[in-house]
Nanobody, 115 residues
Framework: QVQLVESGGGLVQPGGSLRLSCAATGMIFSIYTMNWYRQAPGEQRELVAAITRSFSTSYTNSVKGRFTISRDNAENTVFLQMNSLKPEDTAVYYC?????????WGQGTQVTVSS
């Protein structure tokens, strides 16, 4: 059974940084594209960043230059380094993988950017 467990969220002031982690179990982690999504209150869930098995990365425009996605295949973990955080980054952040055609989600971690 595939499980994803996020950690690292919290309350941070505008301009601050956070690093999210997502630990995966039950899968051959290194062969899958890993994704970070977020969902703000009243909004649809949106794809924030993705990293492929070959370490290619992509980002939604609003986070380019501020967020960095990375992965450690030895630790079966994907990270999201978030710098220069803005209030509009406030959301629940979810780790995701498409495993055998099915979306697998973590439980989510709350990120709140506020002074």
């Amino acid at each position: 059974q595939v499980q994803l467990v996020e950690s690292g969220g919290g309350l941070v002031q505008p301009g601050g940084s956070l690093r999210l982690s997502c630990a995966a179990t039950g899968m051959i982690f290194s062969i899958y594209t890993m994704n970070w999504y977020r969902q703000a209150p009243g909004e649809q869930r949106e794809l924030v960043a993705a990293i492929t098995r070959s370490f290619s990365t992509s980002y939604t425009n609003s986070v380019k230059g501020r967020f960095t996605i990375s992965r450690d295949n030895a630790e079966n973990t994907v990270f999201l380094q978030m710098n220069s955080l803005k209030p509009e980054d406030t959301a629940v952040y979810y780790c995701n993988v498409v495993f055998r055609g099915n979306d697998i989600w973590g439980q989510g971690t709350q990120v709140t950017v506020s002074s």
